[in-house]
């Protein structure tokens, strides 16, 4: 009967703590700083994980939300570019706006893969894609052969 009443104790607090993790997960999308700043650990976080679904799907909505935070602000970088200061003789004398086509691509591919990341996210030559297994070997052996055929010219040269 005591052990219960020492967890019915502990109970409100674990709970302020687990809405407080959330909470900062949900702002940061760092599960060691959330935990840390909540007073839990990582371990006890990712026990409660495996083991309370509600939590569970409560951690993987502020996840999802901060993801979509990040994501408007990526993409207000991309439109908009960044402002950086000019400096002239240690002076400060303006600013630019940079833009990164880096970042505008990577959220291209990220929207719309179908258009802009045609290969899938892998470095795959082009017209391997969607061939059978017997196809993508009988190429292989192809350019094996053609490259055998090539070395033996070279060495043929050098004679």
């Not at 502020?62 to 402002?83: K, P």
């Not at 993508?136 to 070395?151: I, P, Q, S, T, W």
Request: charged share 30%; with cysteine.
């Amino acid at each position: 009967m005591a052990a219960k009443k020492r967890q019915a104790a502990k109970a409100p607090g674990l709970a302020v703590r687990k809405a407080c993790f959330l909470e900062v997960l949900r702002q940061t999308g760092n599960v060691s700083r959330a935990a840390r700043e909540a007073g839990l650990t990582s371990g006890t976080v990712y026990r409660h994980r495996a083991r309370f679904a509600k939590f569970a799907a409560d951690w993987d909505a502020a996840i999802n939300e901060s993801l979509d935070t990040l994501e408007a602000e990526l993409l207000e970088r991309a439109r908009n570019g960044v402002e950086k200061p000019v400096y002239f003789r240690g002076e400060l004398v303006g600013s630019v706006r940079t833009y990164s086509d880096t970042l505008a691509m990577f959220m291209l591919k990220a929207r719309r893969p179908e258009v802009y990341d045609r290969l899938g996210g892998h470095a795959t030559p082009m017209g391997v894609r969607g061939m059978t297994q017997e196809e993508a070997k009988a190429e292989v052996l192809r350019r094996l052969d053609r490259l055998a055929e090539a070395g033996g010219e070279q060495e043929g040269e050098g004679a």
